[in-house]
């Protein structure tokens, strides 16, 4: 298969991560005979620094192009500490979330059995955890018009019939392929948003009458996922709320260097690690590159690369379970590196039974 | 000193558990001479099924006379299926809020160490944590003014600079007399309502110097408080991310049935726990009334009724350690009642030493 894969570096360290994400890309192109390019592209406050804008038109412009981005992470503390800037870096990952229209991001929480012991919470409480969160990722109080004087300030929190029927039925669809249980996370209780939300999603429910669908609180949500998790199959949820409850939902995975993520829609789709860009760990070799690599395997999933896709989960578990991880997981080796996770993972992808035999 | 309370105690679990914290005000009164009159007042479902409204214009009248308002729980499962309902309970609490301008919701996590078990995190994780939230409870998404037709909805999030100012003093003198930490939780990085809160919070510290500020995104802090709860000393927070922030933390301490919290203004002070109305649980005896007593304790508190505070606070803790709970805490006895709980707390108030013989 030929795939043009845009890759979107960003800040922090997201450059290192992606690095390795695109070694294994690279790694299972030679093993299985795929011809994969890759065109970098500014992002985030690098693309500020270099071009005055997060965005940068040939960005979008090889985006546009590509058939899958590959992302890595954004924001800057200098920014996050300057409520007055008008330029941020993370206009640029929601200015290519919108202009790309991806719509639904799936994000995958799942307790790795070598894991349980990392995460803050009893092992007994989350063993055998498996989410997926559908987090609607282009409208909500994120994209409705904004003010902003000295002395006032509003977001517009604004969702349409149609935003919601359209990543709810690939979330109605995913429950149906995996436990066949749907969890609609909303605050319906005060939101006229949510109650539309609330509304829509029933109605769509007596197209999937094998779907048993739930309806939780925010709030509630919220405690359940740290007191319950095992309760929920797919959670389905509007775009900031789907952000707050898939970060919280890292305590399970027992670090959020774990975790990947795919934003799609029918034409366009981007994969990236659900964590930020964390200028304070960059170029030290300490971040992990797990989720990056996590959401490599997405991609080859979303292009119907299974066997491909497997070998890459196949490796990352094999480096968890021999300990070749960052630090952030590792209390038993001190000075493994994001490359060297990245070149265990490769050679692992290069020579599968030898690697096997470590 | 006298006290002129108003009871409401609103749907489900409400009522029996107001009762057990209405019980504990009386033996507190008679135990130290003061002289507390209450009066009920529908508020809710409840105040619906009789009067078609969730807060009658009485309930309003009897709460601006009152000193203080003890508040049970409100919601309907009833109303929470049907996302067309005009009418709805919680239209009670919030208009109540607004209609008092009860700005400052006070809500404290503390993490018993007779409790530390019962957590789903680890003991390690959660001993000797202790946080104040302060959630603005007036303003944001809640308050805005809100469309809802067929095919689309809408909800404003607004804030002004004064409805930040006079919470955010608040949180900032109570961090002074606490460990001098102050946390915004905010999402800066994406709408311009939480950058209004940074600028004025950050501008505020100057006045207070001994007080170290620093600034977490919402969806950091929703992982923070679980990995890491004890770098909070006071959290100040907006209305809806309080909301959730503060639920998310009840699993820190054990059950959701254990916080209370103070919902404040100059002229007025309303007491209640953070726990819903829980239908399902309605009457059977199980409900747990710590949140609504301690909810009371706060009450003292707030007319400087330290010793009588730390009587009921120490009668808690005492049932607490003698396994004397509702099932949601007791792995030791099956039987304990929601009124068993209350009357033991009434004894120990009433006799004090006799019952910390036992
Ligand atoms: C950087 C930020 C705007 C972004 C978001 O909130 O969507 C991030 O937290 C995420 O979850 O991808
Ligand atoms: C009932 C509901 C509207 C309320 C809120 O969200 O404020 C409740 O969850 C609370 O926290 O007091």
């Known amino acids: 298969m030929k795939l043009n894969i845009a890759v979107l570096p960003g800040d922090g360290i997201g450059p290192e991560v992606t690095a390795q994400a695109v070694k294994v890309l690279k790694a299972i192109a030679m093993e299985f005979g795929h011809v994969f390019t890759f065109n970098k592209a500014l992002v985030g406050a690098s693309a500020i620094d270099k071009t005055g804008n997060p965005l940068p038109e040939e960005t979008i412009s090889i985006c546009e192009k590509a058939d899958a981005i590959l992302f890595g992470a954004i924001g800057s503390a200098k920014y996050d500490m300057d409520p007055d800037a008008k330029i941020r870096p993370e ?12 719509f639904a991001n799936i994000r995958p929480v799942i307790a790795y059995e070598d894991l349980l012991n990392m995460s803050s919470l009893k092992i007994k409480q989350i063993r055998d955890t498996n989410i997926l969160i559908y987090r609607e990722l282009n409208g909500g109080l994120y994209f409705g018009e904004k003010k902003l004087t ?10 349409s019939r149609f935003e919601i029927e359209r990543i709810a039925h690939l979330a109605f669809k ?16 005060a939101l006229a948003s949510s109650r539309l939300w609330r509304k829509v999603v029933k109605e769509l429910a007596t197209q999937y009458p094998n779907v048993k669908l739930n309806f939780m609180y925010i709030d509630n949500a919220a405690r ?29 995975v027992g670090s959020i260097g774990l975790l990947g993520s795919a934003s799609i ?31 490599a395997a997405m991609l080859l999933d979303h292009f119907g690369l299974d066997i491909e896709a497997a070998l890459v ?46």
Chains 1, 2 share one sequence.
């Open 91 to 102: 206009q640029g990952l929601l200015g290519l979330r919108k202009s790309l229209d991806l």
């Open 150 to 159: 000295n002395d006032n300030a509003s977001d517009i929190c604004e969702y």
């Open 174 to 189: 995913a429950a149906q392929s995996r436990k066949g249980k749907l969890t609609l996370v909303d605050k319906a209780n």
């Open 224 to 252: 359940e996922l740290i007191i319950n998790p095992r309760q929920f199959d797919v959670i389905l949820t509007e775009n900031m709320f789907g952000d707050i409850l898939s970060e919280e939902a890292s305590v399970i």
């Open 265 to 295: 829609n029918d034409k366009h789709a981007m994969f990236e690690p659900i964590h930020g860009a964390n200028d304070e760990f960059k170029n030290k070799g300490v971040a992990n590159p797990i989720a990056s690599i996590l959401s």
């Open 313 to 358: 989960r196949k490796a990352v578990d094999k480096s968890l379970k021999l300990h070749i991880t960052t630090p952030d997981l590792n209390m038993k080796y001190d000075n493994i590196s994001t490359t060297k996770v990245g070149d265990f993972i490769e050679d692992f992808i290069n020579n599968p039974e030898e690697t096997n035999l470590n």
